[in-house]
């Protein structure tokens, strides 16, 4: 029979919500305001005010479930935790309240075994990331409650299959399963899911105890999700364009503070198109092959993210017509160029918006932006929205016709003018879904391999479904480095599934696209973060350039440059460091050679490997061939034993050195401290650490 469950379950098509009241008792009489902010709304500070109670202010918010980190914020501009929650570190030195929004049938633990399989847990739904079609393959994935059931099944062409249980995190796991498809053939499935002496289908119909219609996957009308195929080749080098280098002081503006002097909010220290070109050497020679610079259009600002005119490179920069020339120059070289663009706000001499402050409520632009009264002045506590509050930054209303054209055109016109590769989206989570939609649409109707990525700290499945972004910047991957290498919070076991969830949390191919980076012109940099110790920046190098996906350096981190918190991690480069003796720099030299002799580790699935007490071992397969990683985090050499995947045996990356199997179908080998070794399948191309890079040419 159907059970009476299957109601619940078919809301596993919709966004899975549920109520949850925040409640904050204060006794303090110049409290005006209270609204809650925090991951669920990207942190707008005006979205939810909540009611005062005699004392108790109150707010009911529809939540996904899942776990949430929030803040109060008293009277629009005083950011406080919920002393009733547990805090959280946010990663960049905060603190926030956490909450976690449990679905139906939580309040009851889960066991394995026990015969009883939590309904509200379950999901599949015809979409990424839970089908999926990748290197001639159909990926299926399943998510069930965490700890609730002990095999799960695909049934599909009259067998069954076995689904691995590939990630997890504090409600969920995931079970995938990959099978060949020709994508000529329909695919009927059902999930079979066991726990004790219960068996459960789940179908169209939802979940039931005896046959339930299958899932249907047509190939007329199956659209896979396509992403740009040349990322996953690419080492992308973060350029933060007024601190690499200054090669034109005429186009410096007024007050240019002396390079190398200490980085403010507001001084400039004029980094142009012209430094850029006079550095194009170190680029080629570290090895990268994209450039990401954060934004060129001209602002008010060092940092560029409050845009006044998005036609216009800014004149601290260069000209339109130099940076065109730059850009080209760069993909002529082999060096890819993509753009930091903001779609969520502006600054406050983007001249509309100063329009709107000429003439206010009169201003024909006055809908380009969310104003709550007039007149608008900027000044603390603005009457107008704006990013995370502040008056120097107002959001744009991207539902103005006028302005999204705007917006759109101006994408349009630098894809044209200029040589770019794609975009990488400021603050993309804070900017509707439908944009996203249809920017996706009109940016590959001109360039289909043009590459998205969206600015996000969290999880980004939202956005990764194939009608928005290609990639996010992988923050999470970040967070997993420093808690193992940085701070030794975690075990190396800990460590590789971490890593391996965050892979298995999105389709194959868009963990390939996914920008891995250490460090960021928002976060501390990873060596600062490390205490300074370059052993353990170098390991996390090892990692971040042997795990699939796309590896972004920060300007300076391969020289060992730090700095703390913004604006301390935006210093000028150091170009006195980028000498061929700094061990850090020939340490990155080498990595980017290893990552570009192998098509395992660039264009493959990593799986996790049996760890030691210090050493983190993970592989990477692809077309049968496997590669081997040990990341060693301690003072000791240390030897590792582990099954070779069936591989005759390896050769190492590091010094050609080979290691073959043995009877037993094992490698050992020796892990020095702190340090990596990468052992790639025999028969693989290799380049030894010595060899110079060949000249790559662009389409």
């Avoid at 992403?227 to 007050?255: C, H, K, L």
């Avoid at 390079?259 to 004029?270: A, E, V």
């Avoid at 081997?628 to 000791?636: E, G, H, K, P, T």
Wanted: positive net charge; glycine residues 8%; charged residues 25%.
């Amino acid at each position: 029979m159907i059970l009476a469950l299957c109601a619940m379950i078919g809301s596993l098509t919709l966004e899975e919500t549920y109520d949850h009241t925040f409640t904050l008792k204060l006794n303090r009489a110049d409290v005006k305001t209270v609204h809650v902010a925090g991951t669920f709304n990207s942190w707008n500070n005006r979205e939810y005010p909540l009611e005062n109670k005699v004392g108790e202010w109150t707010r009911t918010v529809r939540l996904p479930a899942g776990n949430h980190q929030y803040k109060f914020v008293l009277n629009g501009t005083e950011w406080v935790t919920d002393p009733k929650a547990k805090s959280v570190d946010d990663g960049g030195g905060n603190m926030n309240s956490i909450l976690a929004v449990l679905p139906p049938g939580y309040d009851a633990a889960a066991s394995r075994g026990d015969g009883q399989i939590t309904p509200s847990g379950l999901r599949h739904l015809q979409r990424a990331e839970f089908l999926n079609y990748d290197q001639g393959d159909l990926i299926l994935k399943v998510r069930t409650r965490l700890g609730d059931v002990q095999k799960v099944l695909l049934q599909t062409g009259g067998k069954k299959v076995t689904m691995d249980r590939v990630a997890q995190d504090d409600l969920f796991e995931t079970y995938k399963v990959r099978i060949p498809w020709n994508r000529k053939s329909p695919v009927d499935y059902v999930v079979e899911l066991q726990d004790g002496k219960k068996t459960l289908r789940f179908g169209v119909d939802g979940l039931a105890e005896q046959d339930t219609k299958p899932f249907r996957l047509d190939p007329k009308t199956f659209k896979p999700f396509e992403v740009p195929n040349w990322v996953e080749d690419t080492v992308f080098y973060q350029i933060f364009p007024d601190r690499f280098e200054n090669g034109d002081r005429t186009n410096d503006p007024e007050g240019t503070v002396a390079w190398g002097s200490k980085p403010t909010y507001w001084n400039w220290m004029g980094g142009d198109v012209a430094g850029v070109l006079k550095r194009q050497s170190h680029l080629k020679n570290l090895g990268v092959n994209g450039v990401y610079f954060n934004p060129i259009m001209t602002a008010n600002s060092n940092h560029r993210y409050d845009p006044c005119d998005y036609f216009k490179v800014c004149p601290h920069f260069g000209t339109n017509e130099e940076f065109a020339k730059m850009t080209q120059t760069l993909h002529n070289a082999g060096i890819r160029v993509v753009l930091d663009q903001i779609y969520d706000h502006s600054g406050v001499k983007f001249a509309p918006f100063k329009d709107v402050l000429a003439n206010q409520d009169k201003s024909a632009y006055k809908d380009y932006f969310f104003i709550r009264k007039f007149p608008v002045e900027v000044k603390p506590n603005q009457n107008y929205e704006g990013w995370f509050g502040t008056e120097w930054m107002p959001k744009l209303n991207l539902k103005n016709e006028k302005l999204k054209q705007y917006l759109l055109d101006s994408t349009g016109f630098w894809m044209s003018k200029a040589k770019l590769s794609g975009w990488r989206l400021d603050v993309a989570n804070e900017v509707p879904e439908w944009f996203w939609r249809e920017f996706r649409s009109y940016v590959k109707q001109k360039d289909p391999n043009a590459w998205i990525v969206g600015e996000v700290w969290t999880r980004a499945n939202t956005w990764l479904g194939g009608d928005q972004w290609d990639a996010s910047m992988n923050y999470p991957f970040r967070y997993a480095c420093l808690d193992f290498i940085a701070k030794g919070t975690i075990t190396p076991d800990q460590f590789v599934q971490r890593l391996t969830d965050l892979w298995n949390w999105y389709p194959s191919q868009v963990s390939r696209n996914q920008m891995n980076l250490l460090s960021s012109h928002d976060t501390p940099r990873f060596l600062t973060d490390a205490g300074g110790d370059r052993r353990k920046q170098k390991l996390a190098a090892f990692v971040q350039l042997t795990w699939p996906g796309a590896p972004s350096i920060y300007y300076g981190e391969e020289i060992g440059m730090e700095g703390g918190a913004d604006p301390d991690n935006r210093r000028p480069m150091d170009w006195a460091k980028a000498d061929a003796a700094n061990d850090m720099l020939k340490h990155y030299q080498s990595l980017i050679r290893l990552r570009k002799s192998s098509e395992v580790i660039r264009k493959g699935a990593p799986f996790a490997l049996p760890s030691t007490d210090h050493v983190a071992v993970y592989g990477v397969r692809y077309r049968g061939q496997v590669a081997v990683m040990a990341a060693n985090r301690s003072d000791q050499p240390q030897e590792v034993t582990v099954s070779a995947q069936g591989q005759k045996g390896f050769i190492s990356g590091q010094n050609g050195a080979q290691i073959r199997a043995s009877s037993a179908g094992q490698i050992s080998f020796i892990v020095p401290a702190w340090s990596g070794v990468a052992l790639l399948p025999l028969g693989a191309k290799h380049l030894s650490p010595n060899s110079n890079h060949s000249q790559e040419k662009l389409q």
